[in-house]
């Protein structure tokens, strides 16, 4: 497996493998970039099977650290934003041997061995001669799950996919973070079959469609909260997006109304809900169609099933477990809860309603968020909004929502056409009882809603 990923890349040559900073690197570049990574590594005193952090967003010089560890047979930790309980997590849980920090060229610290147990899955990847992949969760509810993947096991899916002929076939511009599972996924898709991986200094809708304009992207790997800031700030409009062939989208469900939106601006555009899990990876999936919220995994290394109205997984790529949690998540049978409320049609395809974890129960009647957001998207004076659960003494819980109007309008305006609009439209408990007007709405740095608020500015 590590002579054909190198074989590939001689192969590549002098295809163009990575744009950073404005400077395209190509393969052969790549490969020397790895082989000096490999050397300071060693000089350093890294061995196979030791855990080395790198601290960093996407750079040539990131690339060529993974890459590098990947082929050193190391446990690699991608981190984008490393503070100290982050550092804390990373040490007691997997007791890294090296720092490698990656903005600046390679600098790389040794650091104490922390005497906390690294989990007995490393020492299964050791008697499997593989590298490992820890991803940490966004820790939205409290301390990250410590993921641990085998890392053979997906470079070697991406490797069963036949190289692309041409050169600039395919290009992808990274939205997605270093240290997410649709950002290594993204990374891997694009350098193992011969794509270009575009990389951006900021995630921000000018930045990324400056972009695609710049270097004519074909796929746009994103989600439902940030197409929404493209279109909210006319950035579809203010730069040439017409390379466009394939926008897909994930970590977080897509209405309704905002996919007919996307549809509207986007014309000749092809729309695929993405799916996956950091615990999983990412299956390769097939919508029913650009303007449906419907979708199948049509991936022959995953399975699933639905449970209770919750979709289970079970993929070639599975985690081998969390290092720092039970595995409570798996059933005994080895299948993956992923918390996702699902329903399917008779064709088998599938529609993510909202996550378990985000249904609000108002006095035992249950609300799934994306449902009331859909409606409110329909409002011609709603341009965003993002509903979520607050405690209450008296009912459980209550509906609030935030709401970016669109145009100039008072608060009492705005909590006056939201009441009246959802009146007659939804349910009488589904009405939210707290309306806040916001400037914008919070996305996280996976890019998708933030629905924990502590709003004061109630309408």
Request: hydrophobic letters at 40%; charged letters at 25%.
């Amino acid at each position: 497996m590590r002579d054909e990923l190198l074989r590939r890349f001689a192969e590549f040559g002098t295809r163009t493998a990575v744009f950073d900073q404005g400077t395209g690197f190509t393969y052969d570049d790549l490969l020397d970039r790895i082989h000096h990574a490999r050397e300071r590594l060693a000089a350093n005193g890294v061995a196979p099977r030791d855990v080395v952090i790198v601290h960093g967003d996407y750079s040539v010089d990131a690339i060529a650290v993974l890459l590098a560890s990947f082929l050193n047979r190391n446990v690699v930790v991608p981190v984008v934003t490393l503070n100290e309980p982050t550092l804390d997590t990373v040490v007691a849980h997997c007791r890294p041997g090296y720092l490698v920090r990656t903005d600046t060229g390679l600098d790389i610290k040794v650091l104490p061995r922390a005497q906390a147990g690294a989990a007995r899955m490393i020492g299964q990847l050791n008697r499997e001669n593989a590298a490992g992949l820890v991803l940490l969760s966004s820790g939205s509810t409290g301390t990250p799950k410590v993921i641990l993947h085998n890392l053979d096991a997906l470079v070697g899916e991406k490797l069963t996919k036949r190289p692309r002929r041409r050169a600039n076939a395919l290009n992808i511009l990274m939205v997605l973070m270093f240290d997410h599972i649709g950002g290594i996924n993204s990374l891997l898709s694009a350098l193992l079959v011969g794509g270009t991986a575009v990389l951006p200094r900021q995630r921000v809708p000018d930045e990324i469609c400056g972009l695609v304009e710049r270097h004519r992207i074909l796929v746009l790997p994103t989600s439902p909260t940030f197409l929404n800031l493209i279109m909210v700030g006319g950035y579809h409009r203010k730069y040439d997006l017409s390379s466009l062939r394939l926008i897909t989208y994930g970590t977080e469900p897509m209405s309704e109304e905002l996919l007919r939106r996307v549809n509207q601006n986007f014309p000749g555009v092809r729309l695929l809900q993405t799916f996956g899990t950091s615990e999983t990876g990412i299956a390769t999936t097939t919508s029913e169609s650009s303007s449906s919220t419907y979708f199948r995994i049509s991936d022959d290394s995953v399975e699933y099933r639905i449970v209770d109205g919750e979709l289970q997984l079970r993929s070639r790529t599975q985690f081998l477990g969390y290092l720092n949690y039970s595995d409570d998540a798996l059933t005994e049978d080895r299948w993956f809860r992923t918390g996702d409320l699902v329903e399917e049609t008779a064709e088998g395809y599938i529609k993510i309603k909202g996550r378990a974890t985000e249904v609000i129960n108002v006095g035992g009647e249950k609300l799934l968020p994306l449902e009331l957001e859909s409606v409110l998207l329909t409002s011609p004076l709603v341009e965003d909004c993002v509903v979520y659960g607050k405690p209450n003494a008296i009912t459980g819980q209550s509906v609030c929502v935030d709401i970016r109007p669109r145009g100039e309008m008072t608060r009492t305006a705005i909590r006056k056409h939201v009441l009246e609009f959802l009146s007659g439209r939804v349910e009488p408990f589904k009405i939210p009882s707290r309306i806040t007007v916001v400037d914008s709405i919070e996305m996280s740095d996976r890019l998708k809603k933030v629905r924990t608020r502590r709003g004061t500015d109630e309408a």
